[in-house]
């Protein structure tokens, strides 16, 4: 069936780039979305984008979106040990249907 | 500023004994979501409501049952748990269509 894939793991250095990388197999997805979870919390909504657009930015936070090759990457930069926690690529599909990947869990060190 | 407050966060059960997992959400949203979370996994959907009234099953919905009670609740039962049901539990809500998904904070159960 449909998915949405991403790595599993990232490590970085605080103050470097990190960029967390998602590939989807449906065609038809709307929007896609990065959902970010902090340990014993749930998911909250990070930023999403429109499957028209190929890219997005918010202040640290850059998506790309290459429609063609089903690749969707959020790049945070200057990355704070703030952002340790996991990542989650998403996609909207039927125009009602969500489909989550299994998160990325970025670690940053000092 | 509540929020989707689920009940309990700990729960451990033995095999065979039945629960239920509450939620509640105070945002009006009309669709409400119970998804369990697996190591590797991501979120899986058990069960979704879309209003008032109304359930459907999701991805993996066999061992559950729902009852979206009001606007505001929907619970999430387990019959008969067994081990395979260990994971931690998220509900959600979303005003419909936006994708925007409201979580609370999960419940861990554990079945022995």
């Known amino acids: ?110 | 500023n509540a929020g989707v407050t689920q009940t309990p966060k700990f729960q451990v059960l033995k095999t065979g004994q039945s629960m239920t997992l509450q939620c509640a959400q105070d945002m009006n949203h009309n669709s409400m979501y119970w998804y369990r979370q697996d190591p590797g996994m991501g979120l899986r959907l058990i069960y979704y409501s879309a209003s008032e009234g109304t359930t459907d099953k999701g991805e993996v919905p066999n061992g559950y049952n729902v009852s979206r009670l009001n606007k505001r609740e929907f619970s999430l039962r387990l019959e008969s748990a067994a081990p395979s049901q260990t994971s931690v539990y998220f509900c959600a809500s979303e005003e419909r269509g936006t994708g925007e998904l409201f979580f609370g904070e999960g419940s861990r159960l554990t079945v022995l």
């Not at chain 1, 657009?53 to 936070?61: C, N, T, V």
């Not at chain 1, 790309?64 to 998403?90: E, M, P, V, W």
């Not at chain 1, 249907?97 to 998160?103: E, I, L, S, Y």
Request: proline letters at 2%.
């Open chain 1, 1 to 110: 069936g449909e998915d949405v894939e991403q790595s599993l793991f990232l490590s970085v250095r605080e103050g470097d780039s990190s960029v967390i990388n998602c590939t989807y197999t449906d065609s038809s997805s709307t929007y896609l979305y990065w959902y970010k979870q902090e340990p014993g919390a749930g998911l909250q909504l990070l930023t999403y984008i429109f499957s028209n657009m190929d890219m997005k930015q918010d202040q640290r936070l850059t998506v790309l979106l290459n429609k063609k090759d089903k690749h969707l990457s959020l790049r945070i930069a200057d990355t704070q040990t703030g952002d340790s926690a996991i990542y989650f690529c998403a996609d909207l599909y039927n125009n009602n249907d969500m489909r989550f990947g299994a998160g990325t869990r970025l670690t940053v060190k000092p």
